[in-house]
């Protein structure tokens, strides 16, 4: 193979290795916008999800102090403590339905990181392999113009 042609093969080859790298690179991208853009939906879903849990716990105590006045008895003691538990209950609920919806968008959020860095991780390499290509052919094919005293 003459020098000329060991020349170009390198550059074509570097030219895809770089081609290779952007293109990777460019996933990568678009996966970290598709893990912040879930990191987000997830959030939003998490805080409608507790005012949801919010308002039905209203709305079951709500029930229980019209249940318990319908039945003549005094809004204390028992009834209004079976009242207060359900109250603390569903409080707690509410935190855990907002709670469990952060770590999800949390995990979205590790996810988009991750995606970053390999995005440029990928470019690099992509750059790195480009020019290795071009460096170890240019050699070769300087190895063999001098051997044959001519590119051709």
């Not at 005094?74 to 109250?87: C, E, N, S, Y």
């Not at 991780?121 to 300087?142: E, H, P, Y």
Request: glycine share 12%; charged share 15%.
């Amino acid at each position: 193979m003459s020098a000329g042609l060991t020349g170009a093969a390198s550059l074509l080859q570097g030219a895809s290795q770089y081609q290779a790298g952007q293109a990777k690179a460019s996933l990568f991208r678009a996966n970290a916008a598709v893990a912040g853009a879930q990191s987000q939906a997830e959030q939003q879903a998490g805080s409608y999800n507790e005012s949801m849990q919010r308002m039905k716990a209203a709305a079951l105590t709500g029930q229980q102090v019209a249940q318990i006045g319908a039945n003549g008895l005094q809004q204390r003691g028992t009834p209004a403590q079976v009242v207060a538990d359900t109250a603390e209950v569903s409080e707690m609920d509410a935190l855990q339905t907002r709670n469990n919806a952060l770590r999800r968008a949390w995990g979205f959020q590790v996810q988009e990181v991750s995606d970053q860095e390999q995005e440029g991780l990928a470019r690099s390499a992509g750059n790195f392999n480009a020019a290795g290509s071009l460096l170890s052919g240019g050699a070769r094919a300087d190895n063999q113009a001098t051997q044959a005293g001519t590119w051709i």
